[in-house]
């Protein structure tokens, strides 16, 4: 067998051998990069949240908007939130009956239940949450009130009154 025809196979070999190094060392500068440099840096810290409210399957929108007539829930996910040192503040709302979590089906780990205060006016307004020595907010609004209070001679549904 000549040099020329034993060619094809020693490059074959040749090319096998490279790919075999180059993938070896691609492994290895992996290894090398888990266990040095910045991924081994301090994850970031997660994310606090604080809403008013929580969508659901069936309604959308809830969130940061006060329901009137309804019963309104403050929520925060603030890792290490617990009783005596995680409060929520709002110029309008009233907070009651703190809960600490998790919850099911709620990415949250506290929740108050929120009062609006008398006479509140429709806008936006400020929901904080005081959670391991810092503040977080965001805004919700206050819709306008709905009209309670039917005007005296106006048309009442059901009564027979718009009957010919």
Do not use: W
Not at 5 to 13: A, M, N, W
Not at 102 to 127: K, Q
């Amino acid at each position: 067998m000549t040099e020329r025809d034993k060619g094809p196979r020693v490059r074959k070999r040749a090319v096998f051998v490279a790919v075999v190094a180059i993938g070896t060392v691609a492994v290895a500068g992996q290894a090398v990069a888990a266990t040095e440099g910045p991924a081994l840096a301090s994850a970031p810290a997660p994310a606090v949240t604080v809403q008013l409210n929580q969508d659901t399957a069936a309604l959308r929108g809830l969130v940061n908007h006060f329901q009137r007539g309804e019963s309104n829930v403050a929520l925060a996910d603030c890792p290490g939130a617990k009783a005596g040192s995680t409060t929520f503040s709002s110029p309008v709302l009233k907070f009651t009956n703190y809960d600490f979590g998790p919850f099911i089906g709620v990415h949250a780990t506290v929740s108050a239940d929120a009062d609006l205060a008398p006479g509140t006016a429709a806008g936006d307004y400020p929901l904080t949450v005081a959670c391991g020595g810092k503040t977080y907010s965001t805004t919700f609004s206050v819709p306008a009130a709905q009209v309670t209070k039917v005007p005296a001679g106006a048309a009442k549904a059901g009564d027979g009154s718009l009957a010919e």
